[in-house]
């Protein structure tokens, strides 16, 4: 490991351990046929140097690599796994459903028992509408918001990610800002230019752009505690002040909790907070692991969606038996074990302070950010409250942080922009392995600057 290794841009480094060979392999095929050898950008290591491990399986905390390498899982498939892998619920309705067909493109059963389920636990959400990913559910939800608005505006917020919709990839934090993308190519200029992007957590800005443009803004969309500038929770005060402007200029909130839904607490980040947006995107958890995003809110703003109404949007696969049955089980587990929530944020809150604690005994500058069981480490002095100070983040020294501890054998997300996970599949064990080898690793950090 070694600084240059942070820099070279994802090719392989001659200090790279033996027992990677089968993922480096894997990865060179990859790279022939697939951009990057990845199916989604995040999954490179290019911001952190060397190659992605490739996975063969998890179970519960831990996965296990081609190598047969296993690691303490802190991402959790990037939000989805709240339960970890494998879970037993979640898995016996995946077998029951294979039974009996995997696709019928006709409602079924299970579709209303899911909606009914959604609009009983996040609070504000009166009807929902199922679709195949987070990146649906807020593209769907901004179409639905102008046209309910009839205004074109979107405001979002600089670093906040709202999945790779055209219009919303300006600013778009972590895999964006990761890549040294400020704006992603392919995308028409007029679409950008029907985005606001203003700083998250600033009143002020709120204000002064609502002053000048309050009547042409159709929305407002934010992630209620952002997960993709690294986890940056809002500032006591800043959702209620956007629930109050929205409301005042007649623009809709989106509250996208498409990481947040029950993540931050079984009704999500409008529960924990106890504000309620017009609109709400969900997505990871909601899947149980599978495909599987919802749009949903006010039953009037609802109504505007086709067949009852003019907006329109659709899917082949929504509702898909085998994705709304891992999802069902998933938040009935959650559902019904109300201690859940508290027992993950214990461990969270151990661990991160294990962290904190042992970068303070190395001397080692980092801030901790954490909701629940979503955290990040910012090599930083801090506070961490928006974009801007979230990169000021030393990404060389994060970058040698993530490689030493994937080698002690804990699997953190590979950006310093990107929330970890912790699931209830964690073990006290867990914990403290994890906070001996980030010892370890700060201070071997410390040692070498
Ligand atoms: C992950 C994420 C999305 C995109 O969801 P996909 O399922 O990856 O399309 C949207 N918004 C937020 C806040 C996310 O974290």
């Known amino acids: ?92 309705a995946l077998y029951s459903v294979l039974e009996t067909g995997t696709s019928f493109g006709a409602p079924t059963e299970r579709e209303v028992e899911m909606a009914e389920l959604i609009c009983e636990l996040v609070p504000s959400i009166e009807m929902v509408r199922l679709v195949n990913s987070g990146t649906e559910a807020t593209m769907s939800a901004i179409r639905v918001a102008r046209g309910f608005t009839g205004r074109d505006l979107v405001v979002k917020f600089v670093g906040c990610y709202h999945g790779h919709v055209d219009s919303l990839l300006v600013k778009a934090g972590s895999g964006v800002a990761t890549l040294g993308l400020s704006d992603s190519g392919g995308v028409p200029a007029a679409f950008s230019a029907t985005t606001i992007p203003l700083p998250f957590n600033s009143v002020e800005a709120l204000e002064e752009c609502f002053a000048n443009h309050g009547d042409k803004i159709a929305c407002v969309i934010v992630e209620p505690v952002v997960g993709n500038m690294g986890c940056v929770p809002p500032q006591p005060g800043y959702l209620e002040a956007l629930r109050e402007v929205t409301a005042k200029h007649g623009a809709l909130l989106i509250f996208d909790e498409v990481m947040t839904g029950f993540r931050v607490s079984l009704g999500g980040a409008q529960e924990l907070y106890g504000i309620k947006p017009d609109m709400t995107t969900l997505g990871k958890v909601i899947g149980g692991g599978l495909p599987v995003g919802a749009y949903g809110g006010r039953k009037d703003v609802m109504s505007k969606v086709a067949p009852l109404g003019p907006v329109y949007q659709a899917g082949t696969l929504s509702g898909n038996p085998l994705a709304v049955a891992a999802g069902l089980a998933a938040l009935k587990v959650l559902k019904n074990s109300p201690e859940l929530y508290e027992q993950v944020d214990g461990k969270s809150g151990r661990l991160v302070e294990g962290v904190k604690k042992a970068a303070a005994d190395a001397g080692v500058a980092m801030t901790t950010n954490r909701v629940g069981s979503m955290f990040t480490f910012f090599f930083n002095d801090g506070p961490v409250t928006d974009w801007d100070s979230s990169a000021r983040s030393d990404t060389e020294r994060f970058a040698f942080f993530f490689r030493g501890m994937l080698e002690l054998g804990c699997y953190l997300p590979c950006s310093q922009y990107e929330a970890a996970f912790l699931s209830a599949a964690h073990t006290d064990e867990d914990v403290a392995g994890t906070i001996d080898a980030a010892g370890k690793v700060l201070a071997a950090l410390a040692s070498k600057t």
């Open 1 to 92: 490991m070694s600084e240059e290794a942070s820099q070279s841009n994802g090719s392989a480094t001659s200090q790279e351990p033996a027992h990677h060979t089968r993922s480096r392999e894997l990865f060179e095929q990859a790279q022939e046929t697939i951009p990057g050898g990845v199916n989604s950008p995040a999954r490179a290591f290019r911001s952190v140097g060397g190659d992605p491990v490739f996975i063969e399986s998890g179970l519960g905390s831990h996965l296990s690599d081609a190598d047969g390498n296993s690691y303490i899982d802190y991402i959790g498939s990037w939000g989805p796994l709240i339960l970890g892998h494998r879970r037993e619920e979640v898995t016996k």
